[in-house]
């Protein structure tokens, strides 16, 4: 395999290597030089633990804030049509045994898990291109860099903080939190199943995230945009493709 083309050295490092302040800026106003800056240390703790536990605190509010009885309600509704009603009924009986901090605990980590486990698999998959196209890059650049482009997705958990903080009854549906969601700004479909569903979990900043995805895979590697785009898009069509097969 090729030798990576980033020197890590520890001189390189101490003298080069930029704070992480810097590329979190530069993401968002710079992102040619917040990629090219990452050629040096690629860190992946900031930027993973940011989006890891504004998330977690998100759900923690979340719980800390909504009905609890009209949750346990929602949550046994949207399974009305796939379950019998003495399943209902358990379902129903087993939230009730949980309190809602206690669902908020556990869906904080839940969540965590799932986004750590989704950056895995997407720095994973530019692994395996990697082995394909002899470019040299490992497992940890590629985690970083999925990490680092994924910070727009911020501006969604922010904004869902927003809607957390400002309810007024606490009746707030997770599929329908996210005020920046494809479904919530265009199409207001029942996001509870079907196309809606797919909708409501996705956010115009993804196509962000996309952009800076192609902009970095490009900057590392020397391709050009248009196999930089194709490379980068594979997995999101892969995704949404085994998505709409099961509507």
Same mark, same amino acid.
């Given at each position: 395999?090729?030798?990576?083309? !980033?020197?890590?050295? /520890? /001189?390189?490092?101490?003298? /080069? =290597?930029?704070? =992480?302040?810097?590329?979190?800026?530069?993401?968002?106003?710079?992102?040619?030089?917040?990629? /090219?800056?990452?050629? !040096?240390? !690629?860190?992946?703790?900031?930027?993973? %633990?940011?989006?890891?536990?504004?998330?977690?605190?998100?759900?923690?509010? %979340?719980?800390? $804030?909504?009905?609890?009885?009209?949750? #346990?309600?929602?949550? &046994?509704?949207?399974?009305?049509?796939? #379950?019998?009603?003495?399943?209902?009924?358990?379902?129903?009986?087993?939230?009730?045994?949980?309190s809602p901090s206690m669902?908020?605990?556990?869906?904080?980590?839940?969540?965590?898990?799932?986004?750590?486990?989704?950056?895995?698999?997407?720095? %994973?998959?530019? &692994?395996?291109?990697?082995?394909?196209?002899?470019?040299?890059?490992?497992?940890?650049?590629?985690?970083?860099?999925? =990490?680092?482009?994924?910070?727009?997705?911020?501006?969604?958990?922010?904004?869902?903080?927003?809607?957390?903080?400002?309810?007024?009854?606490?009746?707030?549906?997770?599929?329908?939190?996210? @005020?920046?969601?494809?479904?919530?700004?265009?199409?207001?479909?029942?996001?509870?199943?079907g196309m809606g569903?797919?909708?409501?979990?996705?956010?115009?900043?993804?196509?962000?995230?996309?952009?800076?995805?192609?902009?970095?895979? =490009?900057?590392?590697?020397?391709?050009? $945009?248009?196999?930089?785009?194709?490379?980068?898009?594979? @997995?999101? #069509?892969?995704?949404?493709?085994?998505?709409?097969?099961?509507?």
């Amino acid at each position: 395999m090729t030798k990576s083309p !980033y020197d890590v050295s /520890e /001189e390189n490092l101490a003298s /080069e =290597s930029p704070k =992480s302040l810097t590329i979190f800026t530069n993401i968002f106003a710079a992102p040619q030089k917040a990629y /090219e800056d990452l050629k !040096y240390a !690629y860190p992946v703790a900031f930027p993973l %633990l940011t989006i890891v536990l504004l998330n977690m605190a998100l759900i923690i509010a %979340l719980y800390a $804030t909504i009905d609890y009885e009209w949750f #346990v309600d929602h949550m &046994v509704e949207m399974q009305a049509g796939d #379950v019998t009603k003495a399943e209902q009924d358990q379902m129903r009986q087993g939230m009730e045994m949980m309190s809602p901090s206690m669902m908020g605990g556990f869906g904080a980590v839940m969540a965590g898990l799932g986004i750590a486990a989704i950056y895995c698999i997407q720095a %994973l998959y530019f &692994v395996i291109v990697s082995g394909i196209t002899n470019d040299g890059f490992q497992f940890k650049q590629w985690l970083s860099f999925v =990490s680092w482009s994924s910070l727009p997705s911020l501006l969604g958990t922010l904004a869902s903080a927003v809607v957390v903080f400002t309810s007024t009854d606490g009746q707030l549906s997770p599929e329908s939190l996210n @005020p920046l969601s494809l479904n919530e700004l265009f199409f207001g479909m029942n996001a509870i199943e079907g196309m809606g569903n797919i909708l409501a979990t996705t956010d115009i900043t993804m196509f962000w995230s996309i952009a800076l995805l192609t902009i970095g895979y =490009s900057k590392w590697t020397g391709k050009d $945009t248009i196999k930089s785009f194709m490379i980068v898009i594979l @997995p999101f #069509v892969l995704y949404y493709g085994i998505r709409l097969l099961f509507i």
